[in-house]
């Protein structure tokens, strides 16, 4: 895939971003690219005609966005069904989604412009809420669909089934359906294991389980997860991606699947996710 046309989505909130964007824009004019920018991206760097990154997924081949992991979660969020692949340029520790150090946004341009990146089919996650006769529309992860009691501190109480089937009953202070990519984020904090990202599974994590035998389970990607909040005494909260908490009435099923359509995340050529996963956890080998 050869991008014609560039979106720009930054984090305005880190330092020097506005200096690092305007340089990254000028470089991909120096390979004559059509550059847009997303709308608070182009205020701080005193452009104008700033869009929505809905409306950038609309208009662009490509969308790279400058800051860290969150960012592109919360650009992936806002896309809905219009998926485009992204291109993460970090500021700040290196991150599992991200590909290239700000730093070398010059070699990270030459490489989009001359068609050197590669990338990686994700998974997204889709969950629906449904009570009784009513059903949300689709929402989207990329990471991960968090079952918690939010700001109280209380166990949860959830039933989960996959295809139908019973799994358990966990009593956690969470449960997490992950996703491939989710796998090293908060599945891993919760003790989960770390999963290729295209591995083609999903997995099934509580977060400090009162039953000690409760584990992390790894479902097949085309598994069907129905989550039913069974405590009848306290509400429950569904997260994805860290993004505002949804409050689950009584009685609600959550239904969590693969969506359809996968996000096209880019990586160098040279860069794998091994070598990511080396580095961010300071796997050197053996001591002896």
């Given at each position: 895939?050869?991008?014609?046309?560039?979106?720009?989505?930054?984090?305005?909130?880190?330092?020097?971003?506005?200096?690092?964007?305007?340089?990254?824009?000028?470089?991909?004019?120096?390979?004559?690219?059509?550059?847009?920018?997303?709308?608070?991206?182009?205020?701080?760097?005193?452009?104008?005609?700033?869009?929505?990154?809905?409306?950038?997924?609309?208009?662009?081949?490509?969308?790279?966005?400058?800051?860290?992991?969150?960012?592109?979660?919360?650009?992936?969020?806002?896309?809905?069904?219009?998926?485009?692949?992204?291109?993460?340029?970090?500021?700040?520790?290196?991150?599992?989604?991200?590909?290239?150090?700000?730093?070398a946004?010059?070699?990270?341009?030459?490489?989009?412009?001359?068609?050197?990146?590669?990338?990686?089919?994700?998974?997204?996650?889709?969950?629906?809420?449904?009570?009784?006769?009513?059903?949300?529309?689709?929402?989207?992860?990329?990471?991960?669909?968090?079952?918690?009691?939010?700001?109280?501190?209380?166990?949860?109480?959830?039933?989960?089934?996959?295809?139908?089937?019973a799994?358990?009953?966990f009593?956690?202070?969470?449960?997490?359906?992950?996703?491939?990519?989710?796998?090293t984020?908060?599945?891993?904090?919760?003790?989960?294991?770390?999963?290729?990202?295209?591995?083609?599974?999903?997995?099934?994590?509580?977060?400090?389980?009162?039953?000690?035998?409760?584990?992390?389970i790894?479902?097949?990607?085309?598994?069907?997860i129905?989550?039913?909040?069974?405590?009848?005494?306290?509400?429950?909260?569904?997260?994805?991606?860290?993004?505002?908490?949804?409050?689950?009435?009584?009685?609600?099923?959550?239904?969590?699947?693969?969506?359809?359509?996968t996000?096209?995340?880019?990586?160098?050529?040279?860069?794998?996710?091994?070598?990511?996963?080396?580095?961010?956890?300071?796997?050197?080998?053996?001591?002896?």
């Amino acid at each position: 895939m050869h991008p014609k046309t560039i979106g720009l989505v930054a984090h305005t909130g880190k330092a020097g971003v506005a200096d690092l964007v305007n340089a990254v824009a000028e470089e991909f004019a120096r390979y004559s690219m059509s550059i847009l920018l997303e709308k608070e991206t182009a205020a701080i760097a005193g452009r104008e005609d700033g869009q929505t990154v809905p409306e950038l997924g609309n208009a662009t081949d490509l969308l790279v966005v400058v800051g860290g992991d969150g960012t592109i979660l919360h650009v992936a969020g806002q896309l809905g069904d219009n998926i485009k692949p992204i291109f993460g340029l970090n500021v700040g520790s290196l991150g599992f989604l991200t590909c290239a150090n700000s730093n070398a946004y010059r070699e990270a341009v030459e490489c989009i412009a001359k068609d050197r990146i590669n990338f990686s089919q994700r998974t997204l996650l889709e969950a629906r809420v449904r009570l009784g006769e009513k059903q949300t529309g689709k929402m989207i992860a990329l990471n991960d669909a968090v079952l918690s009691r939010g700001e109280l501190s209380r166990l949860v109480l959830v039933r989960a089934r996959v295809n139908g089937e019973a799994l358990t009953e966990f009593n956690a202070d969470g449960l997490i359906v992950a996703t491939p990519t989710g796998s090293t984020a908060y599945s891993l904090s919760a003790g989960g294991p770390i999963l290729d990202p295209e591995s083609g599974v999903l997995v099934i994590t509580p977060i400090c389980p009162h039953v000690l035998t409760n584990r992390s389970i790894i479902v097949a990607e085309t598994s069907i997860i129905e989550i039913e909040a069974s405590d009848p005494d306290y509400p429950v909260f569904l997260t994805l991606d860290g993004r505002p908490p949804i409050h689950i009435e009584r009685g609600s099923i959550i239904t969590i699947r693969k969506a359809k359509k996968t996000l096209p995340l880019a990586a160098l050529p040279d860069v794998s996710f091994f070598s990511v996963v080396r580095q961010k956890l300071k796997w050197s080998g053996s001591n002896v």
